[in-house]
């Protein structure tokens, strides 16, 4: 399944307030959070239809000063609103933090529109308009709280602004009774936040749910480095990456020696402790660019890209290092992607020179194809 797409948290301190939670979130799942606003476009044609469809019939049907500006402002805000939106969709993730807060300043402006639009509806005593003008106004409050659920402070604002405008314009009105609108105001209001904020947290744990289960399909829960699967697509992504002539991709097959007797002696919650310190210092020595992964029991894979030879050496003696000053010692095999080698052919040469180390004593390492081998 496509991965959601990201988009740009805004800068603007108030704005940023108005999408982040009230409990601390990793930025990522902010941001798809965010994303419900930027990627439910049928939603939003149906809200900017609807939109038109009340400012435009009011328009005809009263044509004064305020009704026609209404018309035209709330024409102007969507033609905008969907431009952006389109360009932002396109840009998938590259869109900047000032894009997101201009899209999110019209939504404000839209629904502060929408809540004086109602009002003005409600005062202009034509029952039609006050009929289509305040049933809009509710049913778009319950369509801003479904696509809006992953922000709900903003979400809330939004009601905000559609609703008390409406309620205050019923204290102008002759009928006594309509006064109960206000005295509904707080229950209204009051059910909407409780309502997003159920949402929003139902939300989070799917989100959180969906990350979890992705990070475990790809990862190692003992060690924190890549599980098998994982290692070995990134791996064969890896091998048909554009790189630069002098550098090809290394494969390092390292396999702890004499684990079964740690494991023995001294219980497998030691071999367990043996593995995850084997996992921080591959961790600790790879670049950026490499990764790191445990294939099963105590063989560990390590990719590196761009690599010279010089520089497998370089890292291999690193490992070895690291590892026997913590008393552990391993045997590595590396071999260099050679043109056009698929990765079964690669991994199998590794995996002979990792044999040919342990032939030669264990606790060192050696290059495929080479008669080269260094000891840590």
């Excluded at 409050?141 to 979400?155: D, E, K, L, S, V």
Aim: charged fraction near 15%.
């Amino acid at each position: 399944m496509r991965a959601p797409t990201l988009y740009a948290l805004p800068n603007q301190r108030l704005l940023r307030w108005l999408v982040t939670s009230r409990d601390p979130l990793d930025e990522n799942l902010l941001r798809q959070l965010l994303a419900g606003p930027f990627s439910s476009r049928g939603s939003m044609f149906v809200g900017a239809l609807n939109s038109l469809l009340i400012s435009w019939t009011c328009a005809l049907l009263h044509p004064t000063p305020l009704f026609i500006g209404w018309m035209i402002l709330d024409t102007l805000i969507w033609i905008t609103r969907l431009l952006l939106l389109h360009c932002i969709q396109l840009m998938e993730g590259l869109a900047p933090p000032r894009l997101s807060e201009v899209s999110l300043l019209l939504g404000l402006l839209w629904t502060a529109t929408l809540g004086l639009g109602t009002a003005a509806c409600v005062l202009s005593g034509d029952v039609v308009l006050q009929v289509l003008g305040c049933t809009s106004a509710v049913a778009m409050n319950g369509a801003i709280t479904m696509r809006n659920q992953g922000i709900p402070r903003y979400a809330f604002l939004q009601i905000l602004l559609t609703d008390i405008p409406m309620k205050l314009a019923t204290l102008f009105q002759p009928e006594p009774m309509l006064r109960l609108f206000l005295l509904q105001a707080p229950l209204y209001l009051t059910a909407n936040w409780m309502l997003l904020d159920r949402l929003n947290r139902t939300l989070v744990r799917a989100l959180t749910a969906e990350v979890d289960s992705r990070w475990h399909a790809t990862h190692d829960s003992l060690t924190g480095l890549y599980n098998r699967a994982g290692i070995l697509a990134l791996l064969e992504g890896a091998l048909y990456r554009p790189r630069s002539e002098s550098g090809r991709v290394a494969v390092f097959y390292i396999d702890l020696d004499d684990f079964k007797g740690v494991n023995d002696s001294q219980g497998h919650a030691a071999g367990d402790r043996l593995l995850q310190a084997c996992g921080e210092v591959l961790t600790l020595s790879v670049r950026q660019s490499d990764f790191a992964g445990r294939l099963g029991g105590d063989e560990f894979l390590l990719v590196m890209q761009d690599a010279t030879e010089d520089g497998a050496r370089d890292l291999a003696r690193r490992i070895l290092g690291r590892l026997v000053s913590q008393g552990t010692s391993v045997s590595i095999g590396i071999a260099l992607q050679r043109a056009m080698e698929d990765s079964p052919t690669l991994l199998a040469r590794a995996d002979q020179a990792l044999y040919t180390t342990k032939l030669g004593g264990k606790g060192g390492f050696r290059l495929a194809d080479t008669c080269a081998s260094a000891v840590g």
